[in-house]
């Protein structure tokens, strides 16, 4: 069962923001959204991203911030659930329901 948790960052690590991914799509023209629940911490607007999908890290910057419950696009967001990241450049690096967005 350790493969379970192998992929999975762990909470003791010194994170500033930590996200659960729930849903992930693209944006033509502008990019990928990830959205989620925010665990720990915040973010804003061009902040570097790592995007941590099946044991691998892919770092990003952070192009937006989006409060869902408000649908306006913010310039940083605490810890208020859910919100939506724009992160280009995540092509052929798809990430799903489950994954990790941080910032360490």
């Known amino acids: 069962m350790s493969f379970l948790t192998n992929d ?3 909470a ?3 994170e500033v923001f930590r996200m ?3 849903a992930c799509f693209t ?3 502008r990019g990928t959204v990830v959205s989620g ?3 720990v911490g915040g973010i804003h607007k061009g902040d570097e991203v790592i995007i941590v999908h099946a044991g691998d890290e892919r770092r990003v910057t952070c ?5 869902i419950s408000v649908r306006r696009d913010v310039p940083g967001a605490p810890s208020y ?5 724009l992160v280009p450049g995540l092509d052929k690096f798809e990430p799903v329901a ?3 967005a941080v910032i360490r």
């Open 81 to 85: 659930p859910p919100i939506g990241l």
């Open 37 to 39: 629940e925010v665990l």
């Open 27 to 29: 944006i033509s023209g």
């Open 98 to 100: 489950g994954d990790y």
């Open 20 to 22: 659960r991914i729930d």
């Open 12 to 14: 003791r690590m010194a």
């Open 63 to 67: 192009a937006g911030v989006e409060m």
């Open 8 to 10: 999975v960052p762990d």
